[in-house]
Structure formats: structure tokens, C-alpha cells
Antibody, heavy 116, light 107 residues
């Protein structure tokens, strides 16, 4: 069955970077885009960007341009999202998700806490 | 970026009711509109894709309609497990955006 398994929770200081991984299984990793979505506690869903695992092409929401980098390692079917220059308002659960037509499979989420 | 606006932001209803949630896009997005349900502490779940197509495994009491800028999600005969938050999301642009969410609560 399709699974997206994310790395564990992170605690970072303001100004640092965080890199979250997302390991895919149960389907051909290169066939579908991976999206990243975040959600602060009690808030709505915020779409961050997408990555094509086959080509490595990416598209980022304007809000995150210059601070986010999405990459992949196709040999281990893993996608990565790195967010730099962290600030307290980046504290959120970060999800990776597979997009077919809609976003049909989601990882379990990774809590990133930014605090001094 | 295309802005998505949902209404209402919250809604109270009873088991057995029929409810409708609206989503409006800031520009035409054809039928590239998806709906998700999210329960507390869980990842979202895809309900409807391209405006009116029911995702596999989703109960038929859920339906979607609309095109252009105006879309609706309808839930017929609300069940206890339907009380959750619902989000629309456009996939017309390569830069997706979500609506702000509609919280459906038990009356």
C-alpha cells in the first residue's frame, strides 16, 4: 500500500535551518509529484510547494521563495524539504503528500518547533 | 497567487442535516478544485477532485459542484463522523492554494 513516512520532530533555534525527509513506498516514486503543506497549531493548511521526483523540477509558493528547497534522492525514494532562516512563526506540522489529481496520500506529519 | 475564500468559516448542524460549504476563487480555475476533510490530529483526506469527482472510498453522501470561480461541497444526511474541518484547494495554477477552512460542528 502507498505510504509516506516522514522524519521525526525537530526543535530549532531562530535563524537555523531544518530538513525534513519523506520516504515513499508502495508506488513508483518518480511517477507523481510530492507536495509540502504545513499547518500551525489551530490554523489552516498552507501549501508550500511541489517537486517532480523524476525531473527534480520544483515550484514554490511566493511566501517561501528564497527560504525553501525541495530535493529528492530517487535511489531511496525519498523527498526532502529544507526551510532556512527559521523564525518562531515557522513552528508547525509539516506534511509531505503525493499528488495524482488531488493530493491523495499524506505523510504522518513532522512537528518543527522554532524556539530560543 | 490565486486566492481561495470559503464560507462560512464555521457551521453548526445536526446529524441527518444537509449542509453546503462554498468556495470562491479569485479568478477562474475551470474545474481544478479539490475538497479535503481533516479531523483533529490527522492529515487531511481527499474527498472530491476536479470539482465533482468522488475519491475512491468516500461515501456517496459527499458531492461537489461548480466551475469557474464558484464551487460547493454538499454533505447529505450528516453522520457523526462528518464533523470535521473542510478545505478547498485549487490546482489550476502550478502554485496551489487552500481555502481557510470551514469547521463543521455538532449543534
Amino acid at each position: 500500500q502507498v505510504q509516506l513516512v516522514q522524519s521525526g520532530a525537530e526543535v530549532k533555534k531562530p535563524g537555523a535551518s531544518v530538513k525534513v525527509s519523506c520516504k515513499a513506498s508502495g508506488y513508483t516514486f518518480s511517477s507523481y509529484n510530492i507536495n509540502w503543506v504545513r499547518q500551525a497549531t489551530g490554523q489552516g493548511l498552507e501549501w508550500m510547494g511541489w517537486m517532480n521526483p523524476n525531473s527534480g523540477n520544483t515550484g514554490y509558493a511566493q511566501k517561501f521563495q528564497g527560504r525553501v528547497t525541495m530535493t529528492r534522492n530517487t535511489s531511496i525514494s525519498t523527498a526532502y524539504m529544507e526551510l532556512s532562516s527559521l523564525r518562531p512563526e515557522d513552528t508547525a506540522v509539516y506534511y509531505c503528500a503525493r499528488r495524482v489529481v488531488g493530493i491523495d496520500y499524506w505523510g504522518q506529519g513532522t512537528l518543527v518547533t522554532v524556539s530560543s | 497567487d490565486i486566492q481561495m475564500t470559503q464560507s462560512p468559516s464555521s457551521l453548526s448542524a445536526s446529524v441527518g442535516d444537509r449542509v453546503t460549504i462554498t468556495c470562491r476563487a479569485s479568478q477562474s480555475i475551470s474545474s481544478y478544485l479539490n475538497w479535503y476533510q481533516q479531523k483533529p490530529g490527522k492529515a487531511p483526506n481527499l474527498l472530491i477532485y476536479t470539482a465533482s469527482n468522488l475519491q475512491s472510498g468516500v461515501p456517496s453522501r459527499f458531492s461537489g459542484s461548480g466551475s469557474g470561480t464558484d464551487f460547493t461541497l454538499t454533505i447529505n444526511s450528516l453522520q457523526p463522523e462528518d464533523f470535521a474541518t473542510y478545505y478547498c484547494q485549487q490546482s489550476y495554477s502550478t502554485l496551489y492554494t487552500f481555502g481557510q477552512g470551514t469547521k463543521l460542528e455538532i449543534k
